[in-house]
């Protein structure tokens, strides 16, 4: 898995692909990164090279759809990150796909980052 380096809040979506467990950060908010999380798991299709269906997300607007042949979205929030210290502390929601982070899924990334100190 990939962590943001610098210290601060990002956005992340919780994917499983092909059976295997990720998450996927975006920018940092705290220096203005306004990704959605629906662009986070666009790009995350994208670089696996993922076909994926769109849905009208809850504010209207066209998004890539929370499951598909070899993926399925667990959860999605706000992270704050601190990499020096390894600690991330995971809250927050989805407004466009009405999700919050899932517990278990986060258990499951504890178990194998197990240098890092997870909190939700």
């Known amino acids: 898995m990939v962590w943001p380096e610098e ?5 992340f979506v919780q994917v499983d ?7 996927r950060f975006g920018g940092s908010v705290n220096e203005g990164d306004r990704s959605y999380h629906a662009t986070i798991l666009r790009k995350f299709l994208i670089e696996h090279n993922i076909e994926y269906e769109l849905m009208e997300s809850r504010n209207g607007s066209k998004v890539p759809a929370p499951t598909g042949q070899r993926y399925a979205v667990h959860g999605m929030g706000l ?3 601190d ?5 991330a502390f995971f809250s927050g ?3 466009d796909y009405g999700m919050y982070p899932n517990k278990d899924h986060l258990k499951i990334i504890s178990e194998k ?3 890092w100190q997870i909190r939700f």
């Open 7 to 11: 210290r601060g809040s990002y956005k």
């Open 17 to 23: 692909l092909d059976g295997f467990p990720y998450i």
């Open 79 to 81: 992270a704050i990150v």
């Open 83 to 87: 990499f020096n210290n390894k600690t």
């Open 93 to 95: 929601d989805s407004i």
């Open 113 to 115: 980052e197990s240098e």
